[in-house]
């Protein structure tokens, strides 16, 4: 027994250390700059940097546009999938893994090839219009589009979990003997049980949104994960005391699903 | 539930029942009509693109070959070597930290373990690379104070990638391998001991069986994760190692030669069919491995 507890200890041991040494390693490497001591101007320089702010907001406001697109789409969806159209399941659970198969690299290929439709085939249509007003800098749309299809797979998963432990039918059917409309029944009775559902894939989202590095770059918006980037041709230390910060607040948001979601959160993927 | 439902007569239920299916229609067509464009049209494009000559605009498998050969053969290559690479290491490295976590009667450091395994399994891309730029880089902490430059170190390189790609793919092997691991009964380890078996004999005859298929399905799940990387590759190598991902960005973002998007496109269908591949081999294994959790 001696000899399998220490068996398991090193185990541990060899896994924390892969696992913490280069998040020590990366602290470390921003508050300690060869030739100065200890610093942590890497930290105050972040928020004075030019970009830092508008691709942190421009990050955030897509997130919150992806959020509010994906459970507007899938949640009705779902639910009416359980209330009586059994036979799309397989249609929309088959829509919903496709995404799965499609590497962001690959999607944004397509995506890429479709923008350029616009300006080749459609210069003279009113179509034309709306291709240019989803690739606006300021709000681009198309990636919202795009982040929205990643998600599909996450949340479907999230929202089929939270869906399985209630019995919607019943729900509905008591609410509606109560008085109430359609509307009513879905938003009073059958949304607040799904609560930890929703806020699941909420945060999924979220942690996909914040992190997504391929198809903005791509496309040419510059988002969080592309103005780190960037920045770090100059400056290094800045660039890996944006990516700790970043860390930080998606594992913060991720223990954050975790106290709410429960053991659900280690099936949400995979 | 109906029958405790006191009824008049069935027309209403009926009429009820038509109801709530047109409703399902109408709640699904939003999802469905969404999909068909962002996600339908995206795909169509990569299809009719890479069946399509650039310049005539005739339909060729001109691109598919091309796709094949040369320097972005290497990249496929390099890439599948990559991500088999990484999922096999991260498989054997990943059972033995999901076993102690299983065997472990701290109920609090199990689950530390896996809510870790959570996050980390989905840190991946720009953050990740730093950290690793940061660590085992040139002007890293550790390649610093270890010399590890003089002993032949090199995180830009494909055993570089390689250990920063173990940081996802050993944490979503934990997550993948533990319901297994739970669901090895006890009953038969005794059983075994009985028997006379020892414990290698009990791992190599009764448990590994077993696990198998969840074993093979965490495999090609590592692997199709690892195959369609592309920001940690992109932020750390740039693309001194070959690997298709750069090569797609390349190609579109016309770096290399102007006139290969359709190569790139041609590319992207390559990727497609074996992430195709792998959920074909990875659906099987994981209902046979639902088998033995019931």
Same mark, same amino acid.
């Given at each position: 027994? $001696?000899?399998?507890?220490?068996?398991?200890?090193?185990?541990?041991?060899?896994?924390?250390?892969?696992?913490?040494?280069?998040?020590?390693?990366?602290?470390?490497?921003?508050?300690?700059?060869?030739?100065?001591?200890?610093?942590?101007?890497?930290?105050?320089?972040?928020?004075?940097?030019?970009?830092?702010?508008?691709?942190?907001?421009?990050?955030?406001?897509?997130?919150?546009?992806? &959020?509010?697109?994906?459970?507007?789409?899938?949640?009705?969806?779902?639910?009416?999938?359980?209330?009586? $159209?059994?036979?799309?399941?397989?249609?929309?659970?088959?829509?919903?893994?496709?995404?799965?198969? *499609?590497?962001?690299?690959?999607?944004?290929?397509?995506?890429?090839?479709?923008?350029?439709?616009?300006?080749?085939?459609?210069?003279?249509?009113?179509?034309?219009?709306?291709?240019?007003? &989803?690739?606006?800098?300021?709000?681009?749309?198309?990636?919202?589009? $795009?982040? *929205?299809?990643?998600?599909?797979?996450?949340?479907?998963?999230?929202?089929?979990?939270?869906?399985?432990? &209630?019995?919607?039918?019943?729900?509905?059917?008591?609410?509606?003997?109560?008085?109430?409309?359609?509307?009513? $029944?879905?938003?009073?009775?059958?949304?607040?049980?799904?609560?930890?559902?929703?806020?699941?894939?909420?945060?999924?989202?979220?942690?996909?949104?914040?992190?997504?590095?391929?198809?903005?770059?791509?496309?040419?918006?510059?988002?969080?994960?592309?103005?780190?980037?960037?920045?770090?041709?100059?400056?290094?230390?800045?660039?890996?005391? *944006?990516?700790?910060?970043?860390?930080?607040?998606?594992?913060?948001?991720?223990?954050?699903?975790?106290?709410?979601?429960?053991?659900?959160?280690?099936?949400?993927?995979? | 539930?109906?029958?405790?439902?006191?009824?008049?007569?069935?027309?209403?239920?009926?009429?009820?029942?038509?109801?709530?299916?047109?409703?399902?229609?109408?709640?699904?067509?939003?999802? /469905?009509?969404?999909?068909?464009?962002?996600?339908?049209?995206?795909?169509?494009?990569?299809? =009719?693109?890479?069946?399509?000559?650039?310049?005539?605009?005739?339909?060729?498998?001109?691109?598919?070959?091309?796709?094949?050969?040369?320097?972005?053969?290497?990249?496929?290559?390099?890439?599948?070597?990559?991500?088999?690479?990484?999922?096999?290491?991260?498989?054997? /490295?990943?059972?033995?930290?999901?076993?102690?976590?299983?065997?472990? @009667?701290?109920?609090?450091?199990?689950?530390? %373990?896996?809510?870790?395994?959570?996050?980390?399994?989905?840190?991946?891309? %720009?953050?990740?690379?730093?950290?690793?730029?940061?660590?085992? !880089?040139?002007?890293?902490? /550790?390649?610093?104070?270890?010399?590890?430059? =003089?002993? !032949?170190?090199?995180?830009?390189?494909?055993?570089?990638? %390689?250990? %920063?790609?173990?940081?996802?793919?050993?944490?979503?092997?934990?997550?993948?391998?533990?319901?297994?691991?739970?669901?090895?009964?006890?009953?038969?380890?005794?059983?075994?001991?009985?028997?006379?078996?020892?414990?290698?004999?009990?791992?190599?005859?009764?448990?590994?069986?077993?696990?198998?298929?969840?074993?093979?399905?965490?495999?090609?799940?590592?692997?199709?994760?690892?195959?369609?990387?592309?920001?940690?590759?992109?932020?750390?190598?740039?693309?001194?190692?070959?690997?298709?991902?750069?090569?797609?960005?390349?190609?579109?973002?016309?770096?290399?030669?102007?006139?290969?998007?359709?190569?790139?496109?041609?590319?992207?269908?390559?990727?497609?069919?074996?992430?195709?591949?792998?959920?074909?081999?990875?659906?099987?294994?994981?209902?046979?491995?639902? @088998?033995?959790?019931?």
């Amino acid at each position: 027994m $001696a000899r399998l507890n220490l068996w398991r200890w090193g185990v541990f041991g060899l896994a924390g250390l892969y696992f913490l040494v280069p998040l020590a390693a990366s602290v470390v490497f921003t508050v300690d700059v060869p030739g100065q001591g200890l610093t942590v101007d890497a930290y105050t320089q972040i928020v004075s940097t030019g970009g830092f702010g508008s691709s942190l907001l421009l990050s955030l406001e897509l997130a919150l546009a992806t &959020i509010a697109v994906v459970l507007l789409l899938m949640v009705p969806a779902m639910v009416a999938l359980r209330l009586g $159209a059994p036979r799309l399941r397989p249609v929309v659970e088959v829509v919903c893994s496709l995404p799965l198969v *499609v590497p962001p690299i690959a999607f944004v290929a397509g995506i890429v090839t479709v923008l350029k439709w616009g300006p080749e085939h459609l210069s003279r249509t009113p179509l034309f219009q709306t291709f240019v007003a &989803i690739q606006n800098p300021d709000f681009p749309v198309v990636l919202v589009l $795009a982040y *929205v299809v990643m998600a599909l797979p996450f949340v479907y998963r999230a929202l089929d979990a939270g869906l399985r432990a &209630i019995d919607v039918p019943t729900l509905v059917e008591a609410a509606r003997s109560c008085g109430a409309s359609w509307p009513q $029944a879905l938003v009073q009775a059958v949304l607040p049980n799904l609560r930890g559902a929703l806020l699941n894939a909420s945060f999924l989202t979220l942690a996909l949104v914040l992190g997504e590095f391929t198809v903005a770059q791509l496309l040419g918006f510059q988002p969080f994960a592309v103005w780190i980037v960037n920045v770090s041709g100059s400056q290094a230390q800045l660039s890996v005391a *944006v990516s700790v910060m970043s860390l930080l607040v998606t594992w913060l948001l991720l223990l954050v699903l975790a106290g709410f979601g429960g053991r659900s959160r280690t099936t949400s993927r995979g | 539930m109906t029958a405790t439902l006191p009824r008049v007569d069935t027309a209403p239920a009926a009429a009820v029942k038509r109801r709530r299916r047109s409703l399902g229609w109408v709640a699904v067509v939003p999802l /469905l009509a969404f999909t068909a464009v962002a996600f339908g049209l995206p795909a169509w494009a990569v299809l =009719d693109g890479a069946f399509t000559d650039k310049g005539t605009g005739a339909y060729t498998t001109a691109n598919l070959t091309a796709s094949l050969q040369g320097a972005y053969l290497t990249a496929l290559v390099g890439s599948v070597k990559l991500s088999a690479v990484s999922a096999a290491l991260a498989t054997l /490295l990943g059972l033995p930290l999901a076993q102690a976590v299983v065997t472990s @009667r701290h109920r609090a450091l199990r689950e530390a %373990v896996l809510t870790a395994s959570g996050v980390l399994a989905n840190f991946g891309g %720009v953050p990740l690379a730093f950290a690793f730029v940061a660590t085992l !880089g040139n002007a890293g902490v /550790l390649t610093r104070h270890l010399d590890l430059t =003089d002993k !032949g170190w090199d995180l830009y390189s494909f055993w570089g990638l %390689v250990v %920063v790609y173990l940081y996802f793919l050993i944490p979503l092997m934990v997550l993948t391998i533990t319901p297994a691991l739970e669901g090895l009964r006890v009953q038969w380890r005794e059983a075994a001991q009985n028997n006379g078996a020892t414990t290698a004999q009990y791992w190599l005859h009764v448990a590994l069986p077993v696990l198998l298929p969840t074993l093979l399905g965490g495999f090609v799940l590592l692997f199709g994760s690892a195959f369609a990387a592309y920001a940690t590759a992109a932020a750390i190598v740039g693309s001194s190692v070959p690997l298709i991902t750069l090569q797609i960005a390349d190609a579109l973002s016309g770096n290399v030669l102007v006139g290969q998007e359709n190569v790139a496109l041609a590319l992207s269908l390559d990727m497609v069919l074996v992430a195709g591949l792998v959920m074909a081999v990875y659906l099987p294994l994981q209902r046979r491995s639902a @088998r033995w959790l019931a």
